[in-house]
């Protein structure tokens, strides 16, 4: 099958899906939020969880390239181009699982007419649509072939690289100032934030950049995947360090948080927790640390999934052990507010969180991601293809000069 038979079969299977999910979510808007795994006990989920993964995933990317031309690492500017481009499609995906999760999109307009300047959710729609922004801005120099274009990318790369670190940060701080959810309020929320989308995002684009190599698309360097691995490997060591110390504050004797890390190591988000230590973080530390295997493709693709896959499981025990335990105590409990709850009787009562994503709720976001990785290899095939990332990007001066 040739290359333009395979993104044909590709394109009409992410699309096939992109339908899906948007019946599913037509639905949703017809029979309301109640169709979800969601209650007044725990109303956030899903969409939520996917929101939170792809903000880190996108501004991972951004970060990576933008860095490349603040501190002039040549061979990170190889690769600048795919990371904008997979970076402007992840805040895409990311602001579509808000706006899905707010359960009408009529409600879309509150946010102007009636924005609140306290609220930490205000802040993170300023920065996202800011974010936004610079990505078209940053895709749009970087595409260009007029002279002076490189001097330009520089200059916004000046600007992209806080915005991308403070994207992650103000998504942090809307549960880091939650007050009200012990695990959620923490000093370091937005630096666990912030390195977890390094490590995210890195793998992301290697596995994007392997990817893309392996269609024809965009050529890349062995050493150069190889060097990318290796930075991996240090933003996986930071993001356990940096979780290391938030357990061992919760778990020293007397401190606050010792009720919610026993639901997190040993209660219901246990799985999801030690997925993400075992599987995501020691497993591809093991693997990268060692040169040899970062000059294994192989290697590298399976570290780099399970970093994916740990970050992941990272923002489920994140965002739901803080909704286990409501902070209303004592019988009959809390109102679910859910559909079948309405029926009355005491099955609309819980003593404690619980959630589950329904159908609706899974096929409304695998249709949302199929669309943003049909928008990613659109872009990338229009964008990429007769690029050679073995040849640096043209330093301000060349364009000047060009």
Same mark, same amino acid.
């Given at each position: ?208 950049? @392997? &990817? *893309?190599?392996? /269609?024809?698309?965009?050529? $890349?360097?062995? =050493?150069?995947?190889? +060097?990318?691995?290796? !930075? %991996? ?63 294994? @493709? &192989? *290697?590298?693709? /399976?570290?780099?999934?399970? $970093?994916?896959? =740990?970050?992941?499981? +990272?923002?489920?025990? !994140? %965002? ?68 050679? /990332? ?13």
């Amino acid at each position: 099958m040739g290359t333009s038979a395979k993104f044909k079969t590709a394109a009409g299977v992410l699309g096939a899906l992109t339908a899906a999910g948007i019946a599913a979510w037509i639905y949703q808007l017809a029979n309301g939020l109640g169709v979800t795994g969601m209650s007044n006990g725990t109303s956030w989920g899903l969409y939520i969880t996917m929101f939170m993964f792809f903000v880190g995933l996108s501004a991972g990317g951004l970060i990576v390239a933008s860095s490349a031309s603040v501190f002039h690492v040549a061979d990170y500017k190889k690769v600048a181009l795919p990371a904008v481009i997979l970076s402007t499609v992840c805040i895409c995906v990311a602001g579509m699982f808000v706006l899905i999760d707010l359960g009408g999109i009529q409600r879309v307009w509150r946010i102007v007419t009636g924005p609140s300047p306290a609220s930490p959710l205000f802040w993170d729609i300023c920065v996202i649509m800011l974010y936004l922004v610079i990505n078209i801005v940053y895709l749009r120099f970087m595409t260009s072939k007029k002279p002076g274009a490189a001097d330009k990318v520089a200059v916004v790369s000046r600007f992209a690289l806080p915005v991308a670190i403070l994207v992650h940060s103000v998504t942090a701080w809307i549960f880091g100032l939650e007050m009200a959810r012990e695990g959620w309020y923490s000093a370091i929320m937005a630096p666990l934030f912030v390195v977890s989308a390094m490590d995210s995002g890195l793998a992301l684009l290697i596995l994007s950049l @392997m &990817g *893309l190599d392996k /269609a024809g698309w965009f050529k $890349v360097e062995k =050493g150069l995947l190889s +060097k990318l691995a290796g !930075l %991996l490997a240090a933003c996986i060591a930071i993001d356990a360090f940096f979780i290391g110390c938030e357990v061992l504050t919760m778990a020293y004797p007397g401190a606050a948080g010792a009720e919610t890390l026993a639901i997190m190591a040993t209660g219901a988000t246990a799985p999801f927790f030690w997925f993400e230590i075992v599987a995501g973080l020691l497993v591809p530390f093991c693997i990268l640390v060692f040169s040899k295997n970062r000059a294994r @493709m &192989g *290697l590298v693709a /399976a570290a780099s999934v399970l $970093v994916v896959a =740990g970050v992941f499981f +990272k923002r489920v025990w !994140l %965002l739901l052990t803080s909704f286990v335990e409501f902070n209303v105590a004592g019988a009959p409990g809390v109102s679910l507010g859910t559909t079948a709850a309405q029926q009355g009787g005491t099955g609309m009562w819980a003593m404690l969180g619980t959630y589950a994503p329904t159908w609706v709720e899974i096929v409304v976001a695998v249709g949302v991601v199929s669309l943003g990785a049909l928008a990613f290899i659109v872009l990338a095939r229009r964008l990429l293809v007769g690029r050679d /990332a073995t040849r640096a990007v043209p330093s301000p001066a060349a364009g000047e000069a060009a």
